[in-house]
């Protein structure tokens, strides 16, 4: 979500600008109601708009792969380190995640195997899960320092690896 304002707020202060600047002949000749009602109009539409594109590609962006894997680690992660039980920390990178194939995945398994198996084995057979997810869970579960594994491995989903 930072890199789309990112992205957007170049266009986005040019705009502004020219809301102000585009009717000030208006105000040039002496009509500053008109200038103030234009401006004020002209605001009104581009945050309608402007914030329905932010939304537009916020929703567009949330939903890719790669960002929907960064929310689910940093979420499995923060919540071991909270020191949460397994299903709870499943249950909070699942909301986290918020993607349709892994509730449906989720969904599939019986709560108690969500509590005593490891998060590897819990995600495995998820549609979106890859072979290098899939091994750092392994070496999470193997050594338990959830926390520094994942967050490198979303930090690197952050970065487009």
Same mark, same amino acid.
């Given at each position: 979500?930072?890199?789309? %304002? %990112? %992205? ?7 705009? *502004?600008?020219?809301? =102000? &600047?585009?009717?000030?002949? +208006? *105000? ?10 234009? +401006? =004020? &109009? ?13 939304? &537009? ?9 790669? +960002? ?9 992660? &923060? ?10 920390? +499943? @249950?909070? #990178?699942?909301? /986290? ?20 198996? $490891?998060?590897?084995?819990?995600? /495995?057979?998820?549609?979106?899960? $890859? ?6 869970? #392994?070496?999470?579960?193997?050594? #338990? @320092?959830?926390?520094?594994? *994942? ?11």
């Amino acid at each position: 979500m930072l890199w789309v %304002k %990112k %992205k957007m707020s170049y266009p986005m202060m040019n705009v *502004l600008a020219g809301i =102000g &600047i585009a009717p000030f002949p +208006v *105000l040039f000749f002496g009509d500053a109601v008109r200038y103030f009602t234009t +401006v =004020g &109009i002209e605001l009104v539409l581009a945050m309608a708009f402007g914030g329905a594109l932010l939304r &537009i590609v916020a929703r567009h962006y949330r939903n890719r792969p790669k +960002v929907v894997r960064a929310r689910l680690c940093r979420a499995l992660a &923060i919540a071991v380190e909270a020191g949460l039980p397994m299903d709870r920390v +499943v @249950d909070l #990178g699942l909301q /986290a995640a918020d993607d349709a194939s892994l509730t449906e995945h989720l969904a599939r398994l019986p709560a108690a195997a969500r509590a005593n198996q $490891t998060l590897a084995d819990t995600l /495995a057979g998820w549609s979106r899960l $890859t072979p290098d997810m899939q091994q750092v869970l #392994g070496v999470a579960d193997e050594t #338990g @320092d959830y926390t520094n594994t *994942l967050k490198r491995l979303a930090d690197l989903y952050d970065d487009g690896f």
